[in-house]
């Protein structure tokens, strides 16, 4: 399903024709897969920082270069293999429904305001982070926390036996833990990248959703890259406390919720330890953004090209 629509500029009557959700899906997924196996090592970094609660790594480089000399250089690829499917699903729901969404939220003529924009970011922020993230992240930062490469001294083995280990010792509903911060984080970052992935699509390079243009790959890294810088400067807080609940298990720190985790942190640890992963974060998400979009703007332009010729546009 194609949408295609018309508006008025003064004299003039543009077309507008955008392809149909699950062709955004689609090539989000694609994406996703690529970024996934090229970033990997620094989502590890990010993790091992944010639970380092005795100062063990000194900054980012200092975090990769005891992982690789201690637990040699592939652990740094710890927890691939639930990324890799976390980033196929999450991408394939994130880019259909933030596009059902603006399909929703246009008017009659077919035209987006900016509020509309910020809402289809958050509903596709939300669901993603109630139907996918949050589990997938237990996971992974289970997997990622544990040191050594050597599976019969590990207690995860890999990531179903991870899964059903906590869901048999812990309960299912520990899968979900953190879902609160982490709502608040994917929901206010995918309404602040895909808002801000528009604005510097118009502002950079006169691109418009379904105007028939099609960016150069390093034009829309470009505009991922810098859309993506604003959402986790601003929530970084939430990740921390995402993070620190995932990773809680019995016989290690607890917390009662969201807020007494958030509090907790504060209290013993300083306020600066809530921006503890920062950089790891923006050496991460940034450039997987920008992976990510010069993947699938090639895919969803020549879907768009294809079918602006069909109409006629």
Request: glycine share 12%; hydrophobic share 40%.
């Amino acid at each position: 399903m194609t949408s295609v629509t018309s508006s008025k500029s003064g004299e003039q009557n543009v077309k507008i024709v955008t392809v149909s959700p699950t062709v955004k899906a689609v090539a989000g997924s694609i994406g996703g897969v690529v970024e996934a196996c090229m970033l990997q090592p620094i989502d590890v970094m990010k993790t091992r920082l944010q639970l380092d609660h005795s100062g063990q790594y000194k900054g980012m480089i200092h975090c990769g270069r005891t992982i690789a000399r201690e637990e040699g250089i592939k652990s740094l690829w710890k927890g691939l293999t639930p990324f890799v499917g976390q980033l196929t699903l999450k991408y394939a729901l994130r880019m259909g429904s933030n596009a059902f969404f603006l399909e929703l939220l246009r008017d009659k003529e077919g035209k987006l305001s900016q509020g509309a924009r910020l809402t289809a970011g958050l509903g596709a922020g939300v669901s993603e982070a109630l139907l996918i993230v949050t589990p997938f992240e237990v996971v992974k930062t289970r997997l990622q926390q544990q040191k050594g490469t050597d599976k019969a001294l590990l207690k995860y083995r890999g990531p179903v036996h991870t899964a059903l280990t906590v869901a048999r010792e812990e309960g299912v509903m520990k899968l979900w833990s953190g879902a609160t911060a982490t709502t608040i984080r994917q929901g206010s970052n995918q309404m602040s990248l895909f808002w801000g992935k528009a604005v510097c699509d118009g502002i950079f390079f006169d691109k418009h959703e379904g105007d028939g243009k099609v960016l150069s790959p390093a034009q829309s890294a470009a505009s991922g890259f810098v859309a993506a810088c604003i959402g986790p400067t601003l929530n970084n807080p939430f990740d921390v406390v995402k993070t620190r609940m995932q990773a809680a298990s019995k016989g290690g720190p607890q917390y009662k919720g969201f807020f007494d985790c958030l509090v907790t942190i504060a209290k013993t640890e300083g306020l600066g330890a809530l921006w503890k992963g920062l950089i790891p974060r923006l050496a991460r998400t940034p450039p997987g953004q920008a992976i990510v979009w010069s993947v699938s703007d090639q895919i969803t332009g020549y879907f768009e090209r294809q079918r602006r010729a069909q109409v006629g546009a």
